[in-house]
């Protein structure tokens, strides 16, 4: 081609190509396709939450061409376009080697949520993103893969903080047609749509599909002309509504989404659910079976061998329940499709089935019909053996079969493009395909690899597009309230001073406030000007949770204290992107949930990679990577007393370490003003965490331990 003259045709064939590009979101993991997006309008680019479907629309066909004869940039984007046609059929996957027989039926993976990119609102929190970088990873190792979830059209809350401090909640519609989906259609071109029955309606829907690189994503809409408003209206919010809307949501997701599935003509080997959400899917199963004319006993042994089952939820509160009363109202109808006594299907969400008295429990029908269930870390394993062991009665405890396979990360998707050229330009461009592998990360990090100057090189640029990024968001929140920009945002936060990140959901188990409980300390380590610190907070709290919104107020209150403005500051709205400036900026990552009650945890899995340093309490994820040498831990590995005992505990630790390790170790400064000591721990946090907390990993163990048909019984 370089020699060539680019033809009309050459140009006709890339914009069809750059279509497909813009609809597929392995673009969301190579930052070199998203360039070539930006590149062809930044204004739009920047305004759509990154999205090349809308900055597509923007351009006119005219425009688009004329770019397009520009032949360096054409080279670049028939360059990337290839690269992405030879991901897509690449035959040496992990897969090919490890899991062929699901190559005839894939893996169907049910979740309520899929946090894959910034403009796709249909994730919450963890569980999204955990759900969206597993299927990243699932692509990735080519397994054949296939995932279900909803489409809310005004997804998840956008977040503003009031004048007063407080969290304001925005519902933006999202037009389908100018997202990165397609509207699932048959053969002749008409859309496919299935039904299902909630209370007494026949509700239809329809299915977008997000193409995720090589794996498929359906989400289930309801927003149909010919559904009551407030079956159109089921899908409208991520977890909205009352409990009749929620369970409305979870009979869509279970029930409609296998019909959505056998409609579309895709028939899985292993149904996953992700959390309780979908386990209606489990009565669908049993409803063919007895359709086909298999007894009870039979069905049920079926459907058992075909699902698995993960959990998330450490605490009872956490888990969906639904009385009679609900059950009956908007499962009644589909339960009469079923031929079997109400009451006989009201046990299978029953501990005891035959009490009539106990609410049916979504955790209780997903353990009761999967082959083999987990929890996503070692400590969450034990607690939910703990929490479910009624159900086993004849098992002790230890034998209850609830195992665990300990969340990851898609790592190439959170490496920063900064991070992803440092370590290309140490390692080479294969060191993507390294990601499980600790003896290649334990030589990546050797000094003779890489100095110190160049590790430290990269914090400091990380660190600085943080605050950059911080300023330029705290500008535009001063300029909503006030109208004016007064000049002060560059003095906000200083790129020479040691960093902490704290974001997440505000839920108040996660304790964002805990370093405030004493005030005083606070005040002065945070502007002690031989060794400052300076905090970056971020996080929604459920629109539903006052107490969630009261500690958003309070580091908000913080941050416009004069002592320490501009040392305290909180990102509004915190979404994939500003994950992703933090999580690459922050020399410290806070994690401070109140043992066991942060079933894994991930985001600190992801600074690792930048050269981040994690400081948690232990539990989840930190529990089992934490070894002394690679950050610090907040407390013991134990519950202590009362919740309030607990905290005075745990905050004692953080600020005892904060001010005898982290702090004096950060301004530990050579006479090359580099923190050689500081760096040790870095290293060894690189090569201890990168290779082992990835959903390449996860993905894997799932794969050999639940996915692949199993010989003999159900096991842990
Ligand atoms: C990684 C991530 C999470 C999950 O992080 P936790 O440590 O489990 O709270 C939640 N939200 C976003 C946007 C993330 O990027």
Redesign the pocket.
């Known amino acids: 081609m370089a020699g060539k003259k680019i033809t009309e045709k050459h140009i006709d064939a890339c914009i069809s190509d750059l279509h497909e590009l813009a609809h597929n979101i392995w673009w969301a993991w190579n930052p070199a396709a998203q360039e070539i997006f930006h590149e062809l309008s930044p204004f739009f680019w920047e305004h759509s939450f990154h999205n090349p479907v809308e900055v597509l629309n923007w351009i006119s066909g005219q425009e688009l061409r004329g770019r397009l004869e520009d032949k360096d940039f054409f080279l670049r984007v028939s360059s990337i376009c290839k690269e992405f046609q030879s991901y897509l059929t690449r035959r040496d996957t992990w897969a090919a080697r490890h899991a062929s027989s699901l190559k005839k039926r894939p893996v169907a993976y049910f979740s309520a949520e899929f946090?894959l990119h910034e403009c796709l609102h249909i994730y919450s929190?963890?569980l999204?993103?955990?759900a969206g970088d597993h299927t990243k990873s699932a692509s990735d190792l080519g397994i054949p893969f296939v995932g279900v979830s909803l489409f809310y059209r005004h997804g998840y809350f956008q977040q503003q903080i009031s004048t007063d401090g407080r969290q304001q909640e925005r519902y933006p519609d999202y037009d389908p047609a100018k997202l990165p989906l397609s509207l699932v259609k048959d053969k002749k071109g008409n859309p496919v749509i299935a039904s299902v029955e909630i209370a007494q309606a026949v509700v239809r829907f329809r299915a977008w599909l997000v193409k995720v690189g090589r794996v498929q994503i359906y989400l289930l809409d309801t927003n149909l002309p010919e559904n009551e408003q407030r079956f159109r209206d089921l899908t409208a919010h991520v977890y909205g509504g009352d409990q009749s809307n929620r369970i409305g949501q979870e009979i869509l997701l279970g029930i409609g989404g296998l019909r959505m599935l056998r409609a579309i003509g895709i028939s899985p080997s292993v149904f996953h659910m992700n959390e309780g959400h979908a386990a209606f899917l489990t009565l669908e199963l049993l409803r063919e079976q007895l359709a086909a004319g298999k007894q009870l006993n039979k069905a049920m042994e079926i459907v058992k061998s075909e699902c698995v089952f993960t959990t998330h939820t450490p605490v009872p509160a956490g888990h969906d329940r639904f009385d009679r009363g609900l059950m009956e109202g908007n499962l009644g109808k589909f339960i009469q499709s079923m031929n079997l006594p109400t009451d006989e299907v009201l046990g299978l969400g029953r501990i005891d089935p035959n009490n009539s008295q106990e609410a049916f429990t979504m955790t209780v029908l997903a353990l009761r019909f999967s082959r083999s269930a987990n929890g996503v870390s070692e400590l969450h394993g034990k607690v939910s053996r703990n929490m479910w062991k009624d159900l086993y009665p004849s098992l002790s405890e230890a034998e209850v079969p609830i195992g665990h396979v300990t969340n990851g990360?898609h790592t190439t998707g959170w490496a920063s493009p900064i991070a992803m050229d440092f370590w290309t330009k140490h390692l080479g461009h294969r060191w993507t395909t390294k990601l499980q592998d600790k003896k290649f990360w334990e030589k990546a990090v050797e000094s003779k690899a890489i100095s110190d100057r160049e590790l430290w090189g990269m914090r400091n640029r990380l660190r600085r597009r943080l605050i950059e990024f911080a300023r330029r968001r705290l500008r535009e929140q001063h300029l909503r309230h006030a109208g004016f920009d007064p000049g002060i945002f560059e003095s906000v936060l200083r790129p020479d001073v040691l960093t902490i990140g704290f974001?997440?959901?505000f839920a108040t188990y996660?304790r964002a406030p805990l370093l405030f409980r004493d005030f005083e300390w606070a005040l002065k380590t945070l502007s002690n000007a031989a060794m400052p610190v300076q905090i970056i907070f971020a996080g929604k709290a459920h629109p539903r949770d006052e107490a969630g919104k009261d500690f958003i107020q309070e580091i908000i209150n913080h941050s416009k204290d004069p002592r320490l403005f501009g040392r305290v500051v909180f990102i509004e709205n915190?979404?994939?992107e500003?994950?992703?400036y933090l999580?690459s900026g922050a020399d410290i990552w806070l994690?401070t949930p109140r043992r066991p009650m942060?079933a894994?945890?991930?985001?600190?899995e992801?600074i690792a990679i930048h050269g981040g340093i994690h400081f948690s309490t232990m539990d989840?994820w930190w529990r089992e990577a934490y070894d002394g040498r690679n950050g610090w831990k907040i407390g013991e590995d134990i519950t202590a007393g009362n919740e309030s005992v607990q905290d005075d505990l745990d905050a004692a630790s953080l600020r005892a370490l904060l001010e005898s390790k982290i702090i004096p170790l950060f301004y530990d400064r050579g006479r090359d003003n580099i923190p050689h000591n500081w760096l040790k721990i870095v290293r060894h946090a690189i090569s201890s965490i990168v290779p082992v907390y990835n959903t390449d990993r996860m993905v894997a163990e799932y794969v050999t331990k639940y996915y692949l048909p199993q010989k003999g019984k159900a096991r842990k």
């Open positions: 946090g929190g963890g999204g993103i955990l990360i974001a997440r959901r996660k915190y979404d994939i500003v994950a992703r999580i994690n942060e894994s945890g991930t985001s600190g992801k989840g």
